[in-house]
């Protein structure tokens, strides 16, 4: 392990290519052999550029490149050091500590009776249907017609102006993401994120060899200015956001934002990459970014919110010329979404079943963002009436580190808010609390209470209190 600030010192002889790549990929392979550990400080960027007879200026583009994948992060007056795993910083507890814990990590659901009983109903029906042995066989990579034609039905009611012909079954939004930038982007290409967004998108785009550029944000999440700047200074070729329940702050864009937005990706021939997974949350929600772009412009959605994340089932809505592409994008990716599961999905679209269990879903979070409320008076945090997550700004001297550590320790599980973050400083001594997750109210008020309670002592006093 190397824990002080000039013991890291990479052997570049054997890496070709720019330095500054050298570096950063080095710096990836020792965190993912453990040579450096989470926590540990590097060297200053005129130390490390002294010890291996380079500039500081490819320091610098070295750590910032590291930056941008996740591996380190800066805090200024202090240095740069080795982020924690991305998968304990969501929600994972630390090995040896209370297991059996209140899982406020990953951003599940709450799921009960309504689900149980019409997946059973559904499956029971599909076993006696005639149409059973096509439901085992290949389908068309964007669907079959019917399943299209519910997929087309469904992003209808969350206010998308499409239809069929402009519909994609995709196994889950994950994969709808994978697509649109595998037919639309190229790599090298750069692409715009908000600055906190979902991190599902940086191994996507590392994976496809994009460059991911962060926007600046404010309550209404994506800052048109900063992304005029953003199409100024890189040509970025799409913009991927999160319009409405931005993951994690919780921003819900307005009206004016979504024309100003639209106005701009117009302007520079954007592509623009919607996910819109939790609209269903929002019944007064503006219409979505799709709708002021048709041309240029992808929704995309999954029922893992809505219904239930074990169909693996989401939809596109695209503009017919891209359509071909995205086909083709599902074909080299999964061939397609599994037919039975998408029968599933269209069988609870027909017959209002979805809409259901959105309604129920919704009145569920209002009590539990309603307890948060109460539970977590005199702290800051961005909610909202039915969203499944909280955003929670830790009192001082509480970092992102220490809360996930303690709170672990004391069985419940956060996420970091460094998780979410694509641009340096950003999510930090915050937290992302999903309060879908723990199955019932009374388990989701305890999990809060033992937040309140542990983040309104000091770190060192909270970490001896079980």
Same mark, same amino acid.
């Given at each position: 392990?190397?824990?002080?600030?000039?013991?890291?010192?990479?052997?570049?002889?054997?890496?070709?290519?720019?330095?500054?790549?050298?570096?950063?990929?080095?710096?990836?392979?020792?965190?993912?052999?453990?040579?450096?550990?989470?926590?540990?400080?590097?060297?200053?960027?005129?130390?490390?550029?002294?010890?291996?007879?380079?500039?500081?200026?490819?320091?610098?583009?070295?750590?910032?490149?590291?930056?941008?994948?996740?591996?380190?992060?800066?805090?200024?007056?202090?240095?740069?050091?080795?982020?924690?795993?991305?998968?304990?910083?969501?929600?994972?507890?630390?090995?040896?500590?209370?297991?059996?814990?209140?899982?406020?990590?990953?951003?599940?659901?709450?799921?009960?009776?309504?689900?149980?009983?019409?997946?059973s109903d559904a499956l029971?029906?599909?076993?006696?249907?005639?149409?059973?042995?096509?439901?085992?066989?290949?389908?068309?990579?964007?669907?079959?017609?019917?399943?299209?034609?519910?997929?087309?039905?469904?992003?209808?009611?969350?206010?998308?102006?499409?239809?069929?012909?402009?519909?994609?079954?995709?196994?889950?939004?994950?994969?709808?993401?994978?697509?649109?930038?595998?037919?639309?982007?190229?790599?090298?290409?750069?692409?715009?994120?908000?600055?906190?967004?979902?991190?599902?998108?940086?191994?996507?785009?590392?994976?496809?060899?994009?460059?991911?550029?962060?926007?600046?944000?404010? &309550?209404?999440?994506?800052?048109?200015?900063? %992304? =005029?700047? !953003?199409? $100024?200074?890189?040509?970025?070729? +799409?913009?991927?956001? *999160?319009?409405?329940?931005?993951?994690?702050?919780?921003?819900?864009?307005?009206?004016?934002?979504?024309?100003?937005?639209?106005?701009?990706?117009?302007?520079?021939?954007?592509?623009?990459?919607?996910?819109?997974?939790?609209?269903?949350?929002?019944?007064?929600?503006?219409?979505?970014?799709?709708?002021?772009?048709?041309?240029?412009?992808?929704?995309?959605?999954?029922?893992?919110?809505?219904?239930?994340?074990?169909?693996?089932?989401?939809?596109?809505? &695209?503009?017919?010329?891209?359509?071909?592409? %995205? =086909?083709? !994008?599902? $074909?080299?990716?999964?061939?397609? +979404?599994?037919?039975? *599961?998408?029968?599933?999905?269209?069988?609870?679209?027909?017959?209002?079943?979805?809409?259901?269990?959105?309604?129920?879903?919704?009145?569920?979070?209002?009590?539990?963002?309603?307890?948060?409320?109460?539970?977590?008076?005199?702290f800051t945090f961005a909610?909202?009436?039915?969203?499944?997550?909280?955003?929670?700004?830790?009192?001082?001297?509480?970092?992102?580190?220490?809360?996930?550590?303690?709170?672990?320790?004391?069985?419940?599980?956060?996420?970091?808010?460094?998780?979410?973050?694509?641009?340096?400083?950003a999510g930090r001594n $915050?937290?992302?609390?999903?309060?879908?997750?723990?199955?019932?109210?009374?388990?989701?008020?305890?999990?809060?209470?033992?937040?309140?309670?542990?983040?309104?002592?000091?770190?060192?006093?909270?970490?001896?209190?079980?």
């Amino acid at each position: 392990m190397h824990s002080r600030p000039m013991d890291w010192v990479p052997d570049l002889s054997d890496r070709p290519g720019p330095k500054y790549l050298s570096i950063a990929r080095a710096m990836a392979e020792d965190i993912a052999t453990g040579a450096l550990q989470p926590g540990t400080q590097l060297p200053t960027h005129r130390e490390l550029a002294y010890q291996l007879g380079v500039t500081v200026g490819t320091v610098s583009r070295a750590y910032a490149e590291a930056t941008r994948r996740g591996l380190i992060d800066g805090e200024v007056g202090r240095g740069t050091f080795v982020r924690r795993r991305i998968g304990r910083d969501m929600g994972e507890i630390p090995a040896g500590a209370n297991r059996g814990g209140i899982d406020f990590g990953l951003n599940f659901p709450p799921m009960g009776t309504t689900e149980r009983d019409a997946f059973s109903d559904a499956l029971k029906e599909i076993a006696d249907s005639r149409d059973l042995m096509n439901l085992m066989a290949y389908a068309p990579h964007g669907g079959a017609p019917r399943h299209r034609q519910a997929a087309a039905d469904w992003m209808r009611a969350l206010g998308v102006e499409t239809d069929a012909g402009r519909a994609i079954v995709t196994t889950g939004g994950q994969n709808g993401m994978l697509a649109a930038f595998a037919a639309l982007v190229q790599a090298g290409d750069t692409i715009l994120v908000e600055k906190l967004t979902y991190p599902g998108i940086v191994p996507l785009a590392e994976m496809l060899g994009l460059k991911v550029q962060p926007v600046d944000m404010d &309550a209404e999440g994506v800052r048109p200015d900063a %992304l =005029e700047e !953003a199409c $100024r200074n890189f040509a970025p070729r +799409a913009l991927y956001c *999160m319009p409405t329940l931005q993951n994690p702050t919780n921003a819900v864009m307005g009206e004016h934002r979504r024309e100003d937005i639209a106005a701009i990706a117009k302007r520079y021939n954007l592509i623009l990459v919607e996910d819109d997974l939790y609209r269903f949350l929002v019944a007064d929600a503006p219409p979505p970014l799709a709708n002021y772009l048709p041309d240029q412009a992808i929704f995309i959605t999954s029922a893992a919110k809505q219904l239930a994340p074990g169909l693996r089932i989401g939809g596109i809505s &695209a503009p017919r010329a891209m359509v071909p592409k %995205l =086909e083709r !994008a599902m $074909r080299a990716s999964t061939w397609m +979404a599994s037919p039975a *599961m998408a029968e599933v999905f269209s069988l609870w679209v027909d017959r209002g079943i979805a809409s259901t269990m959105a309604r129920e879903k919704a009145t569920e979070m209002r009590g539990r963002q309603a307890a948060a409320a109460e539970i977590l008076q005199g702290f800051t945090f961005a909610g909202h009436p039915t969203s499944m997550h909280l955003w929670l700004t830790l009192p001082e001297p509480w970092t992102d580190r220490d809360a996930v550590a303690v709170l672990g320790e004391h069985g419940v599980i956060a996420s970091s808010g460094q998780v979410f973050a694509t641009a340096p400083g950003a999510g930090r001594n $915050r937290l992302r609390l999903s309060l879908g997750n723990p199955k019932d109210l009374k388990i989701v008020r305890h999990g809060l209470g033992v937040i309140a309670d542990t983040l309104a002592g000091a770190p060192q006093q909270a970490a001896s209190i079980v």
